[in-house]
């Protein structure tokens, strides 16, 4: 006679690994979304979760999953991610014992495996809180600005500006939206794919203001077709951020060592973890 384990349920790698496969497979299967994926979305929910943190009063932070709550969710730089949002109901719905915010946490690391990017560690811990722990507005970046307001906003969460540069890198993946951001169009041209080519553009190629009624933006001469933020081009223009997109357009495994271990410091900002770093969990990807 087979004996019910007592207590509650304790997930272990294997069910987290399982939470990863679904959204994987939701990810190949639900290719009929902007450039052909929600991996780019996905991955700005986590940061967006994850970008509230100050680590002076250590509130905010991806404990918590507040941007479900209507004063969060309606920050003018959380625009559109209900789209992020709503592709991992059905996911909660299959592994309703995740959290919130473990699982857009999860799904960030899901999105950037699958989209070819390097390995992100993981360890569970987040838990889900209510309205009350919603941050105020104005805690992520205004695309507008420049690099003092770059090194004001990812100081504040503790990061040096190497670390800024390297997560900065994410814009490879992705594109603006009229409709979300008021900006448009994408940073490369393979907005799916991770590669270090948003550096190696904004080195390489000649950028002119676009002209046109929407907020100021650049385009490449070339093709008009890519585009770059205020905020985008200050990493070139300041003399302490342009060193590291150089090594960065150089060399892509170097990215990829330096973006995987900020973005694991990221995705862990403000989460009272009960176990240590080295108890962190390696996904295996779906062509791995
Ligand atoms: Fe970003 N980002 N981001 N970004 N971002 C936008 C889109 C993406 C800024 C502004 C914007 C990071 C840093 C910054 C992604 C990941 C990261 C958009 C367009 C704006 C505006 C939104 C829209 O219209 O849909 C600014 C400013 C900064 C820093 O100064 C960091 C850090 C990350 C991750 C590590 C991704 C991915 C997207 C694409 C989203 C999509 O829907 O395609």
């Not at 902007?34 to 986590?46: E, I, M, N, T």
């Not at 730089?77 to 915010?101: T, V």
């Not at 504040?156 to 008021?182: I, K, P, Q």
């Amino acid at each position: 006679k087979e004996v019910k384990p007592k207590g509650p349920f304790v997930p272990k790698f294997e069910d987290y690994q399982k939470v990863y496969d679904a959204v994987a497979k939701a990810l190949e299967e639900k290719d009929d979304y902007d450039d052909g994926s929600y991996g780019p979305v996905l991955l700005r929910l986590a940061w967006h979760a994850s970008g509230t943190y100050d680590k002076e009063t250590g509130t905010g932070g991806s404990n918590g999953a507040t941007m479900r709550f209507a004063p969060e969710g309606d920050h003018g730089a959380n625009a559109g991610l209900k789209a992020a949002r709503d592709f991992l109901e059905s996911i909660k719905e299959q592994f309703p014992w995740i959290s919130y915010s473990d699982l857009w946490i999860l799904s960030g690391i899901c999105a950037i495996q699958e989209m070819q990017g390097p390995k992100i560690p993981f360890r569970p811990g987040r838990s889900d809180r209510d309205v009350s722990f919603c941050t105020p507005d104005g805690r992520l970046p205004d695309a507008s600005k420049d690099q003092k307001h770059i090194r004001a906003i990812f100081g504040r969460m503790g990061f040096s500006d190497r670390e800024m540069v390297a997560l900065s890198g994410a814009h490879a993946l992705g594109r603006c939206h009229t409709d979300r951001s008021g900006y448009d169009g994408p940073w490369t041209f393979s907005p799916t794919t991770l590669t270090n080519d948003y550096y190696k553009l904004l080195l390489e190629e000649k950028w002119s203001w676009k002209k046109w009624n929407g907020p100021k933006q650049f385009e490449d001469v070339k093709t008009k077709s890519l585009m770059m933020l205020p905020t985008d081009m200050a990493l070139i223009k300041d003399k302490g951020f342009r060193p590291h997109v150089e090594r960065y357009a150089k060399d892509n495994d170097v990215f990829f060592k330096d973006f995987a271990e900020a973005v694991t410091t990221l995705f862990e900002l403000g989460v009272p973890f009960t176990t240590s770093e080295d108890q962190r969990w390696t996904f295996k990807s779906s062509f791995d």
